[in-house]
C-alpha cells in the first residue's frame, strides 16, 4: 500500500499513512470505546474537510483510505469509510459497523434547513442505540445526543439497511462496488 500511495501522490502524504498505520496497530490492542476514538481521532485530525467537486473534479466521489490520506483531505464519505475500514483491520467486528446517510439540521435540531451528511455507526449489540463518529464533532455521542441528525439508511459489507424494510444487498450501491474494486487495485481490503 505504501508504494501505491507514494506512487501515486509522491513522498508528502507518506509521513500520515506511516502514523494512520500505527493508529490501527494500536488501536487493535485497545477495548472497543477507546479504539473507535483512537481511529475517530486519528482521521478528524488529519484529513481536511473538502468538497468532492474542489478535490476530485466530480460530484460525489468515494474515496478509499488510501485517497483520502493521500489528498490530505476528502468529504463526510470518506471521513466515514476511512474510519470504517481501520476499524475492521482493527479488529473490530464488521456487523458492529454501519455507514449511515443522515439528514443533517443545518443550525441545530429544530432547524428546517438540511443537508446529505454521512457518519459510521457503532452497535454494541444489533438492539444497541449506536454510537455516532463524525468528522463535524469529535466526540462519539450516542444517536439520542445527536438530534441534528435524521437517519435515511445505513449500511455495511453485509447488507443496506432501510428502516422498516428487509435488508437487500450491498451490490446495489454502484459506488460501493466501485470503492471495493479500488480497494482491491490498492492492495487494501481488511
Not at 469509510?81 to 449511515?100: C, N, P, Q, V
Not at 444517536?143 to 435524521?150: C, E, M, Q, T
Not at 443496506?160 to 444487498?169: D, E, F, K
Not at 450491498?170 to 470503492?179: A, F, M
Request: some cysteine.
Amino acid at each position: 500500500m505504501e508504494q501505491v500511495l507514494q506512487t501515486r501522490f509522491g513522498q508528502k502524504p507518506l509521513r500520515v499513512f506511516q502514523a494512520w498505520r500505527q493508529a490501527v496497530a494500536t488501536a487493535r490492542s485497545l477495548p472497543e470505546p477507546e479504539r473507535m476514538q483512537t481511529i475517530n481521532d486519528f482521521f478528524n485530525r488529519n484529513l481536511a474537510f473538502v468538497d468532492d467537486q474542489v478535490l476530485w473534479g466530480e460530484v460525489d466521489y468515494w474515496a478509499t483510505p488510501l485517497e483520502s490520506l493521500g489528498k490530505g483531505g476528502g468529504d463526510c464519505e470518506d471521513f466515514a469509510i476511512a474510519k470504517y475500514f481501520s476499524l475492521i483491520e482493527a479488529g473490530m467486528d464488521s456487523a458492529k459497523l454501519r455507514l449511515t446517510y443522515v439528514k443533517a439540521r443545518i443550525g441545530g435540531p429544530d432547524s428546517k434547513v438540511t443537508q446529505a451528511h454521512m457518519v459510521l455507526t457503532y452497535y454494541a449489540t444489533p438492539q444497541a442505540e449506536p454510537l455516532v463518529l463524525d468528522n463535524l464533532i469529535g466526540e462519539i455521542r450516542p444517536a439520542s445526543r445527536r438530534p441534528d441528525l435524521l437517519p435515511v439508511f445505513s449500511f455495511n459489507r453485509d447488507g443496506v439497511y432501510v428502516p422498516g424494510a428487509s435488508t437487500a444487498s450491498v451490490d446495489r450501491l454502484s459506488r460501493w462496488k466501485n470503492l471495493m474494486q479500488r480497494m482491491q487495485q490498492q492492495g487494501y481490503y481488511p
